[in-house]
């Protein structure tokens, strides 16, 4: 067994050090390693060397004994029977306990390095006025070398008590040995060994205690994180009390080897301990209760400014962008005149939703899959940046038939995905589906040309086997359909051409085929640790990584890209946020590509790093992306030459770079409470806020929070609109009125090795008291119970719903997106239809908009918000009717299709015809749900409307 453990352990160091020499980041494993084993060596040597030279001395000092009763004779007997496994026993003790007391040292490198490397933050904290870089590298440290310390003397102390005990040393039965002896006895040296131990363990625990008073600046309260009116004036001088009480006590214990008698320094720590009931626990309660209680409010005043100061700081939200926000209910024509260029930037397609209709339309072969959940860029399609709906085509095992699964086909055969498709984020077919700007196999579209075989990406399997002789590798089907093959030229993985590398990879992946199969030859790479995620947090364990990465084509290169987080949880008086509770919402309930975090509480978080991970060779480059954070300065200090200067991003790079979503749901519920300005306001807590839940989530992420959206979007006060992430605010309680919207401005422009100076704007916009703004679940049950009919006249929202369902399709909600335009906010939540079948898909089959207390639906946004606003869709090139034809259609409840003026002209006269034929079609199969029939209508009707238009003597078609 030790042999196959050994063999294992050298292999997996073998693999280890082979893979992060193959992506060139040797270093940072030598540094883990280095600094990991010299922490071991020290914990070992502290804790095992001390239990060690506790039995040695005991041993050594033990006393000769006479047996004088038969209590001491039995005890003579033990000492006899253990004698001849001693030396066995004070080796394997001492090793064992050593060995946990390394681990335990190894497993903190993380806070060694940190202190090593630490530097000022150049900000103090509000109540001991030193900098915050002491707080979070240096107390951390000392708190693990306080903690490490009390563990190795009570061993040691413990130990001591057992050998001096049993050698005679300690006899708790006293002099004489009866049952009525006065005290315990000890031998002179077992007096020295006994009282030097524990005056060593009250000196360090003076230090825990001392040291406790800057713990207190993180610690959780009632209301606030760290220094309170209770904690500034009781737990903190008594701190410095109970420090002195322990010293105290250890200088009895240091009396006693003189005296020779326990009753000093046992009443000692008697006292002390009643002194830390008292100081520490009787006292601060007193003062909390008839001190602070009575006017609590005044007392606690300057510390909740200090915490919602520290809070804002720690969160990076101290620039934030306010306004109040006197949001319209009104929704009347004109409106949306000045938002023309948000209302045509409106993002249609639901990336939650549409991963299917990839599937379907974009699939090509069983073997290549879509994630669940797509993610937004941005690309330029017609001179003009557009938010795109993104994805690549990943490798599916599961879609390989049982048939040609094996070995061989697993490792080396089908070993890699292909291609980037992207979709217009708002534009659609006449059927509700996505128009695709990059597709097809080979890649076609408004990418260029770039490499597009996805060797490293999301979900892929375990390891795959490339290069090596001949062309083995799938591909993709030729136009004729028959199957092209590739064989892998990068330099990605780890080279197999050494036959102890082969060895050291069956034996770590405990498959004998790597080192026996043919499939394996000269020139063979294997590949493995592929998801891109996984492999920034192995070349930079101090990161945490943002759950949703996202792929871009970046010169040339399809680049994984990756938000890096430097945290820390012990920033003196900033809130503690639970990363897993703030990151889970809707998507990663139901999404396996987009994760909550999972890193425990922080209380600081900075996104310091841009990284990215290239989907063909698997090259890891991480940027600093924040090169003033202190934390990432001190980790670079210890990582030397890992992280490379922003200045070397190239243009390409940060025109696709994004602010992260992970970040910015940890700020959205920090905000919940610390957007409140006055610190009364925030002590009676009347102003609560928090993060509506999802009003369009399925089954299986009811009561999960509502997601942030990318949006391009104008906020108030913006000249353009900008590419932004938002999210919403409901109060706290039965409410469901919106109180609050946030953005921040997430494009980080276009220019090479520098940030635009917008990029990371926190703007939030407060509703005030006296408004009542419909809130995201109001305008849901409003669509879900709404009589409202089509802009068209034919069908209610509730019927067109009601058909779609008894016909046997899913309906599915969209992302319902909300947007502050008009003076007000405009919802918009896209409605998909998905017939039943086995390869069905969803499509987009209508449009809700609301806006105030009105709401509007059609089958395209344009029509929506035309009927909605009377005719001001605000998006060009929409038709935009008269407002009164408009209000004349809605007011009356009946139908209000355009309907052409007859004319002479024998084709204006065909056209009309055939425009109201497309129409009627389309309403009837509508109502029969038969979504195929309404697709080809629209386009029919569309032909029809172009031609009319043509033919008429205006140029246009006179709406009645």
């Known amino acids: 067994m030790a042999a196959i453990f050994l063999v294992r352990l050298v292999a997996g160091a073998w693999t280890q050090w082979a893979w992060f020499d193959s992506v060139g980041f040797v270093g940072v494993l030598r540094t883990q390693w280095i600094t990991q084993g010299v922490l071991f060596v020290i914990g070992a040597l502290l804790t095992g060397g001390a239990v060690w030279t506790s039995l040695a001395v005991a041993h050594r000092a033990r006393p000769v004994i006479v047996p004088e009763s038969d209590d001491e004779l039995v005890m003579e007997r033990y000492r006899g029977a253990f004698e001849p496994i001693r030396r066995r026993v004070w080796m394997a003790v001492p090793a064992l306990v050593g060995f946990f007391g390394g681990a335990t040292a190894a497993s903190q490198w993380k806070l060694a390095l940190l202190w090593l490397n630490r530097v000022p933050f150049g900000t103090k904290d509000a109540h001991f006025n030193k900098d915050i870089g002491f707080f979070v590298f240096t107390v951390p440290w000392l708190s693990f070398l306080v903690g490490l310390l009390t563990m190795v003397l009570m061993l040691a102390l413990l130990a001591a008590l057992l050998a001096h005990y049993l050698y005679g ?77 322990a010293l105290c006590c250890a200088a009895m214990f240091i009396a006693t080897i003189v005296t020779g008698t326990w009753r000093v320094p046992l009443v000692g720590v008697a006292m002390m301990t009643a002194v830390a009931v008292l100081v520490g626990q009787v006292y601060p309660a007193f003062v909390q209760r008839f001190q602070v209680k009575p006017s609590e409010a005044s007392k606690e005043t300057p510390y909740i400014k200090d915490a919602m ?72 399609t017609n001179g003009e940046k557009r938010d795109t709906v993104v994805a690549v085509r990943g490798l599916n095992l599961a879609g390989v038939p049982a048939s040609q699964r094996n070995w061989v086909n697993d490792h080396t055969v089908y070993t890699h995905g292909y291609g980037v498709v992207a979709a217009d984020g708002g534009k659609l077919t006449s059927e509700g589906a996505p128009v695709f700007v990059e597709k097809d196999m080979p890649t076609s579209g408004v990418l260029g040309k770039y490499e597009p075989r996805i060797y490293f990406g999301e979900d892929m399997p375990g390891f795959s086997i490339v290069g090596g002789q001949g062309a083995r590798e799938l591909d993709h089907p030729d136009a004729s359909g ?21 060895l050291a990879y069956a034996v770590t992946y405990g498959d004998k085929n790597i080192l026996l199969s043919d499939a394996v030859s000269d020139g063979s790479r294997i590949i493995d640790n592929r998801d891109p995620s996984e492999r920034v947090k192995a070349v930079a364990p101090w990161l945490t990584t943002d759950g949703d990465v996202y792929p871009s084509v970046v010169d040339g290169r399809v680049q994984w890209i990756v938000d890096g987080y430097t945290t820390s949880d012990n920033y003196p008086g900033a809130a503690k946020s639970n990363l897993s509770g703030a990151t889970s919402d809707s998507t990663t309930a139901t999404s396996r590509n987009v994760r909550a975090l999972r890193d425990g509480q922080v209380n600081y978080i900075r996104n310091s790093v841009k990284a990215t991970v290239d989907a063909y060779s698997g090259e890891v480059k991480l940027y600093a992306w924040e090169p003033n954070d202190p934390m990432l300065k001190a980790w670079t200090k210890a990582f030397g030459g890992s992280v490379k200067p922003m200045s070397q991003m190239s243009a390409d790079l940060v025109s696709h770079v994004r602010y992260p979503s992970d970040l910015f749901k940890v700020q959205r519920t920090v905000l919940e409470t610390y957007h409140q300005n006055d610190a009364s306001e925030f002590f009676n807590a009347s102003d609560q806020w928090q993060v509506p839940d999802d009003p369009t989530a399925g089954e299986n992420a009811k009561g999960q929070p509502q997601p942030p959206y990318y949006l391009t979007l104008a906020m108030p006060g913006q000249k353009a609109p900008s590419y932004s992430l938002t999210s919403t605010y409901i109060p706290v309680g039965s409410r469901q009125n919106l109180t609050g919207y946030l953005s921040v401005d997430s494009d980080a422009g276009s220019e090479a090795g520098k940030k635009a100076s917008s990029y990371g704007r926190v703007r939030l916009l407060e509703m005030p008291g006296s408004t009542s703004v419909t809130g995201p679940a109001q305008f849901q049950n409003d669509l879900d119970s709404t009589t409202r009919t089509s802009a068209d006249g034919s069908v209610p929202l509730t019927q067109f719903l009601s058909q779609a369902r008894q016909s046997g399709s899913t309906v599915a909600r969209g992302n319902l997106l909300t947007l502050p335009v008009g003076g007000g906010f405009l919802y918009v939540e896209p409605i998909y239809v998905q017939a039943r079948g086995a390869t069905s898909y969803p499509l987009q089959r209508a449009v809700v908009v609301g806006f105030g207390n009105k709401l509007a639906w059609a089958p395209t946004l344009e029509a929506a918000l035309d009927d909605l606003f009377a005719g001001d869709s605000g998006a060009d090139g929409a038709p935009q009717p008269s407002q009164d034809d408009a209000n004349s259609g809605k007011d009356s409840g009946k139908d209000s299709t355009t309907k052409p003026s007859t004319s002479s002209n024998a084709t204006l006269d065909k056209a009309l015809k055939d425009l109201q034929k497309a129409y009627d079609d389309g309403q009837a199969a509508m109502k029969k749900g038969d979504w195929k029939a309404y697709g080809e209508a629209q386009q029919r009707l569309q032909k029809a409307l172009d031609s009319a238009t043509s033919a008429a003597p205006s140029g246009s078609v006179t709406a009645k």
């Open 309 to 380: 100061a520290a809070t804002m700081r720690a969160y990076g939200l101290g620039d934030i962008d306010r306004r109040s926000y006197s949001a319209t209910t009104d929704a009347s024509g004109g409106q949306l005149r000045g938002d023309t260029a948000t209302m045509r930037g409106i993002r249609l397609l639901d990336p939650t939703v549409v991963g299917a209709t990839f599937q379907q339309l974009q699939g090509r072969v069983n073997y290549y899959r879509f994630p669940s959940s797509l993610d937004v860029d941005r690309y330029t």
């Open 169 to 245: 040393g300690l006899n708790f039965r006293g002099a004489g040995g009866g049952a009525h002896s006065r005290s315990p006895r000890t031998s002179a040296a077992a007096r020295v060994h006994l009282c030097v131990l524990a005056a060593a363990l009250l000196l360090v625990r003076a230090g825990s205690f001392w040291l406790s008073r800057y713990e207190s600046t993180t610690a959780a309260g009632s209301r606030i994180t760290g220094v309170t009116y209770t904690v500034d004036h009781a737990i903190i001088p008594t701190r410095g009390v109970l420090a002195l009480a």
């Open 482 to 502: 028959e199957q092209k093959r590739t064989r892998y030229a990068g330099k990605g993985g780890v080279a197999l051409s050494n036959p102890m590398s082969r």
